[in-house]
């Protein structure tokens, strides 16, 4: 009923910055609650930020006051912005997100395929 795409991955050195991007295509109206989550090999999957439909964020606390979750709801997409980044956060990053799909309030929940954050001097 809808999809989601993740960008915006890379290389880069510790103390650098990336914009990741997560965009709904498809039977989308509108996005509700989203969410940032991140898997670095063997480690388990890690939910790093969220946004509440109304704008409320929440970070863990590793990444707080580096990594920064906002959403563009007229294009359907939001971003996380990594600043300070370390190579800890090196991970495949997905984005996950409740989205309206109709006129009704049916909503779709789903994740994107993920983008690969490397952090490395």
């Known amino acids: 009923q809808a999809q989601l795409a993740e960008s915006g991955g890379g290389l880069v050195h510790p103390g650098g910055s990336l914009r990741l991007s997560c965009v709904a295509s498809?039977?989308?109206?509108?996005?509700?609650?989203i969410d940032w989550y991140r898997q670095a090999p063997g480690k388990q999957r890690e939910l790093v930020a969220n946004?509440?439909?109304?704008?409320?964020?929440n970070y863990a606390d590793s990444v707080k006051g580096r990594f920064s979750i906002s959403r563009d709801n007229a294009k359907n997409t939001f971003y996380l912005q990594m600043n300070s980044l370390k190579p800890e956060d090196t991970a495949v990053y997905y984005c996950?997100?409740?989205?309206?799909?109709?006129?009704?309030?049916?909503?779709?929940?789903?994740w994107g395929q993920g983008t690969q954050v490397t952090v490395s001097s």
């Open positions: 946004i509440s439909y109304g704008g409320d964020t």
């Open positions: 498809g039977r989308v109206v509108s996005l509700g609650a």
């Open positions: 996950n997100a409740d989205v309206y799909i109709d006129q009704y309030g049916s909503t779709w929940s789903g």
